[in-house]
């Protein structure tokens, strides 16, 4: 039996979009706020390099969990967790001086 599928049928996959955009997101909104919590170390650039450097792999670890788990929901609840708790963060550093 062939099966013929739409070749952009990926697209209206709930697990392209949380292991694509959405992690990218997440992945991006928590390096940005890795700058507000992570100390700035004696020459006041770690804070700012680190967060570089650990870019790809926090990218990675969100990608494959998102990617590989069988509980959509939980992997869901996951990014919005990290984006709110790292969106507070950010919040806070910027408006609350």
Same mark, same amino acid.
């Given at each position: !039996?062939?099966? =013929?599928?739409?070749?952009?049928?990926? *697209?209206?996959?709930?697990?392209?979009?949380?292991? &694509?955009? /959405?992690?990218?997101? +997440?992945?991006?909104?928590? !390096? *940005?706020? !890795? /700058?507000?919590?992570?100390?700035? &170390? %004696? &020459?006041?650039?770690?804070?700012? %390099? +680190?967060?570089?450097? !650990?870019?790809?792999? %926090?990218? /990675?670890?969100?990608?494959?969990?998102?990617? *590989?788990? =069988?509980?959509? =929901?939980? /992997?869901?609840? *996951?990014?919005?967790?990290?984006?709110?708790?790292? &969106?507070? %963060?950010?919040?806070?550093?910027?408006?609350?001086?």
């Amino acid at each position: !039996m062939n099966v =013929q599928r739409h070749p952009f049928a990926f *697209l209206s996959s709930q697990r392209f979009w949380l292991s &694509g955009p /959405a992690t990218l997101v +997440v992945t991006l909104l928590v !390096m *940005l706020a !890795m /700058a507000a919590w992570f100390p700035p &170390g %004696i &020459g006041k650039v770690n804070n700012i %390099i +680190v967060p570089l450097v !650990m870019f790809p792999l %926090i990218w /990675a670890v969100l990608f494959f969990y998102t990617y *590989l788990t =069988q509980r959509m =929901q939980s /992997a869901w609840w *996951l990014l919005v967790v990290l984006a709110v708790v790292n &969106g507070v %963060i950010l919040a806070f550093q910027f408006w609350g001086k």
